[in-house]
């Protein structure tokens, strides 16, 4: 009888101690996500920027052949914009905005992946940075100090921000209505920027509202034998990625691992699509590195 009873005790405290544990984790998990050491600032145009701590994360989905396989990328830091580029900001450079949707502070829209190449150009330019993008071949110059479309892997990475679910704030799409404009919440038509909830590293839109262009050339296959540091993309195709989703989109062309691939127009002047937009990024400056890591930035190279 008393064996029984320290028995059952015995297993009794066990179980306790396993859910005790389990919960830890998830609270160490959950930490880690939200708590992510990112700095929001201002670019000296007075655009709200993120700047995002380098790291690994597990890239890709089991979803869609595109998506697959899953894979370990790490990418280095680097600043993005907080929000999706406005029309305000596009017509301040003095390029003709072509949006469908015209409002000052909604998402610039039906753009080519050269007219957002143009505009990093010239919002580099207007900072005093050294532009990134070669504008006879469209190369892009990744040790130029300005702006550029984010590669496919930081988009994502700073999409994710740390989670590891099919949407950022789960695996559920119930609640995607609360951070992104997209086609089961739209009004036929996007949002201003910022309208819905940001994600846990308070970057708005990455769901929904327009789609984004990245820098690299897609290929459904790419992710069989891509880089593990800082990948780029294959080195020429016809189509450019494009990710986020849009405010036509389906809930799930709106997972953080969904991919698209879209012409680029660069041949095509009447390219359009009223769901197609864009944010920038660039790399860190000394002084952002040192606010950022200031425990590392004298130790590592600039990248």
Not at 26 to 53: C, D
Not at 70 to 89: G, K, L, S
Not at 91 to 116: G, I, M, N
């Amino acid at each position: 009888m008393a064996r029984s009873f320290a028995t059952r005790a015995a297993l009794i405290g066990a179980c306790v101690l396993m859910v005790l544990t389990s919960a830890c984790v998830k609270s160490r998990s959950s930490v880690s996500r939200s708590t992510a050491q990112t700095v929001a600032t201002k670019s000296a145009s007075g655009v709200a920027i993120v700047l995002l701590p380098g790291g690994q994360f597990t890239m890709g989905s089991d979803v869609n052949d595109d998506e697959s396989p899953p894979h370990a990328v790490r990418v280095a830091p680097f600043a993005i914009d907080q929000y999706e580029v406005t029309q305000q900001q596009f017509v301040q450079l003095e390029l003709p905005d072509p949006s469908h949707f015209k409002t000052a502070d909604r998402p610039v829209e039906q753009v080519r992946w050269l007219d957002a190449a143009l505009y990093c150009n010239a919002r580099s330019k207007a900072e005093g940075l050294t532009a990134c993008y070669d504008e006879v071949s469209f190369r892009c110059d990744f040790t130029a100090t300005g702006y550029r479309l984010p590669t496919e892997a930081e988009w994502e990475y700073a999409a994710r921000a740390g989670t590891e679910t099919d949407y950022f704030f789960g695996r559920a799409a119930r609640d995607l209505a609360r951070y992104a404009c997209f086609a089961g919440s739209a009004k036929q038509k996007t949002d201003p920027v910022g309208h819905h909830r940001a994600n846990p590293w308070g970057l708005y839109d990455m769901l929904g509202n327009v789609a984004e262009w990245c820098n690299d050339v897609y290929a459904a296959d790419y992710y069989r034998d891509a880089p593990a540091v800082d990948p780029r993309g294959p080195a020429a195709g016809d189509k450019r990625v494009m990710r986020g989703g849009s405010w036509k989109s389906s809930a799930a062309a709106c997972r953080v691992a969904a991919r698209q691939g879209r012409v680029a127009g660069f041949t095509d002047a009447c390219f359009t699509g009223d769901t197609l937009g864009f944010r920038c990024v660039r790399r860190l400056s000394d002084a952002e590195r040192q606010r950022l890591l200031p425990d590392t930035a004298q130790q590592v190279a600039a990248q």
